[in-house]
C-alpha cells in the first residue's frame, strides 16, 4: 500500500518498521561513499596502459616539439583523435590540459574581462549578467557563474532536455541572459539526453544579446551503458545551418576515459570564436601537456573507434553498479509515490526525486548511518532546492557489495522520511 493511503496506525507500523531496519544498518558503522562521480579502482586500472606506452627508448624516434615549448592548441594528433568526441572537425577543436572545468571557468573568465569574442563588450561591462541554469545540473557549472556573480536563473528540465518555450522567450527579450549551461547527453545528474527538436530549437535561438553563448559541456558523450544508447543531434551542424555557429562553446575531456587527475581536455568551437580564445591563451601559457596528449594517442592508436571500444569496458564494470541502484529504487519504492528516477542510458549518474520537503532529512539519515550523498540541493543553483526534493546518486566509486548496502539504507532513508512528512 503507498504510504500516502494508509491511516495513522498503519502509517505509525510502517515507519516503525523502516526504522527498525535503519538501526541495524546504523548499528553496524559503515563507511560508504555515493557523493562523487568518481571512476573506481577497476576503471583506473583499464587504462594502466598509459603508463608505458612512451618509455626513454621512444624517445629517439619522437618529434623534439613535443618536448618543448610551442603547440599552444595541442598536437595535431591530439585533436584528430578527439574532435570526433564533440562531432567537430580537428580544426575546430583545440586541446587542452587535463580538466574541462578549467576550460569553462576560463572560457566564462575571458568572456567577463575581454568579452565573448572580437569586438564585444567584455560581460563585467555589461551591467547585471544573467545565466540559464537547466535544473537539477551540475554543481560546478552553477559554482562558476555564481562566483563571477551572473543570476541564475532555474529552467526545468524533462525528458527531452530543458523547457525551450522558457528559454526562446527569455533569451528574446532580455538582452542581459548571457548564457546557458548545458549537459547535453546522459545529463549531470538527470542522466537524459537531449531530444532532436531540443538541438535544433537550440540552434534556432533568437536571443536578444548578440554575445549569448551556449556552455555545451558534452562530458558523457561517450559514456554509453547499454546496447541502444542515447543518440545526440550535432548542435554545431544545426547552428551551422543557421549562420549561427559562433553562439556555441563545446567541452569534453577523458577525465571519465582514461584517468581524470591526467586526462587531455578539449573545447570546440567556431574558427572565429577559436581565434578569439587563442589571442588571450597565448598570453596565458605557451601550452598544455603534450607529452601526455602523445600517451594518450599511442594508447589509442590514434583512431577514435579504440576509444569506444575503450568506453566499453568501463561499461562493463559500471552496469552491475547502476543496476543495483535502479533495482533497488524499483523493488523498494517504485509504485510507492515515495519517489522518482530515470534509469539512464549512460554517463554517471541516477537523479533521484523524493517527496517534497524529504532530500534534506534523507541525505541527513543516510549520513548519519554512514553513506555519504551529494549535498541536497547541490544540483540546484545557490544550493537552493526549491521543493527539497532532488538527490543525485553517484554509483560507480563503491564496490558493488557496497552499493547494494548503501542504497539499501538509501530506500530506508527514503520511506523514514516520507513517512515523517506525511505524518508530520
Ligand atoms: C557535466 C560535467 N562536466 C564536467 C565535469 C568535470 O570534467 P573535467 O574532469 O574534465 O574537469 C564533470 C565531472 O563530474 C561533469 O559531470
Redesign the pocket.
Known sequence: MRPQEMTKQELAAFKAEALKQYEDYKALGLSLNMAR?KPGAEQLALSAGLLDCLTAADFAETDKNIFNYGGLDGIKEAKELFAPMLGLSPENVIVFG?????IMYDCISRCYTFGAGKGLTPWKDCGKVKWLCPVPG?D??FAITELFGFEMINVPVDENGPDMDMIERLVAEDESIKGIWC?PMYA?PTGITYSDETVRRMAALKPAAKDFRIFW?N??CIHHLTDTPDKLLNLYDELAKNGSEDMVYMFA?T?KVTF?GS?V?VMGASKANLDFVKSTMTIQTIGHDKLNMLRHVRFFGGKFENVTAHMQKHRAVLEPRFKVVVDTLERELGGTGMGSWHSPNGG?FVSFNGMNGTAKRIVQLCKEAGVTLTGAGATFPYGKDPDDKNIRIAPTFPSVEELQKAMDIFVLAVKLASAEVLGA
Do not use: I, K, Q
Request: no cysteine; net charge neutral; hydrophobic share 20%.
Open positions: 562521480g587535463n580538466s574541462s572545468l578549467n551540475y560546478r557549472h549537459v549531470n559541456d562530458a558523457y575531456s577525465s581524470p586526462g581536455a554517471y
